[in-house]
């Protein structure tokens, strides 16, 4: 399975599965799906209603082609680097840096849907994704963007939650209480890189980072100190 590694804020380093081209292809298809449903929807109304479909009508023309044209570079904007069938098949575009890609990639990997799909028939795409490192076809080539999963590599238990005892708990940091589900997830993914592969190094960052949120002055070795704080907000937000 390719990968790629992504550096976060915290300068941990973050592996991702890339999406493969079977994902890419199913997700097209639903996409294709819809667009036809829709076209087919609109001429049947169309034509009970009006006799001719368009009857020379250019906005009635404009509004049949408007939502065949955007509808990835609308959804994409929209939900996150996701279309219909992106969703479906938990893939996403992301910045191959890692972060959320901007309107200009997003517009710019559109444009060049015209030649990775309407000129070549998409096979200028499915060449491109399969043969490049990145499985990146040429807009996303162009733009700095490839799309990976969305879906964990690991498992739930493997996420480091753990559910904390109820019973004769203490929590240590009820400051915890601040962070947002997505700063723990980030902790954890921290930890489990870190547990993988035993650089405990890369906990110093991500703690100070954490303690300075958290106005929290302590001695305890980061990574036991990034554990209490994951074990503390699962205790208090269980409870809450």
């Known amino acids: 399975m390719n990968t790629i590694r992504i550096t976060t804020t915290q300068n941990i380093e973050l592996e991702y599965d890339l999406a493969s081209l079977g994902d890419r292809i199913v997700g097209r298809i639903i996409d294709m799906l819809i667009i036809a449903a829709y076209v087919i929807v609109f001429l049947v109304v169309m034509s009970a209603g009006a006799g001719t479909v368009f009857d020379r009508n250019p906005w009635l023309i404009m509004i049949f082609i408007l939502p065949i044209a955007f509808y990835d570079l609308a959804l994409e904007i929209l939900l996150n680097g996701q279309s219909v069938g992106k969703r479906v098949m938990k893939i996403k575009v992301i910045n191959i840096d890692g972060n959320q890609p901007s309107l ?7 444009l060049f849907r015209l030649i990775d799909f309407t000129l070549t028939g998409g096979v200028c795409a499915l060449i491109t994704v399969a043969v490049s490192e990145k499985k990146q076809r040429v807009g996303d080539i162009v733009a700095g ?8 590599r690991t498992s739930f238990n493997q ?3 753990v559910p904390t005892p109820e019973i004769n708990y203490t929590v240590s940091y009820p400051a915890v209480t601040n962070l947002s589900d997505k700063d723990i997830q980030l902790i954890k993914e921290a930890l489990l890189h870190i547990s993988k592969t035993n650089n405990l190094y890369l906990a110093y960052p991500v703690a100070e980072k954490v303690k300075k949120m958290l106005n929290i002055e302590t001695n305890l070795e980061p990574s036991h100190f990034l554990q209490t704080v994951v074990a503390d907000y699962n205790y208090l937000t269980s409870r809450g």
């Not at 990639?105 to 559109?110: F, L, T």
């Not at 963007?145 to 964990?152: D, N, S």
Request: aromatic content about 16%.
């Open 104 to 110: 200009g990639q997003y517009v710019i990997r559109w």
């Open 145 to 152: 963007t490839t799309l990976i999963k969305t879906q964990p």
């Open 159 to 161: 996420t480091l939650y």
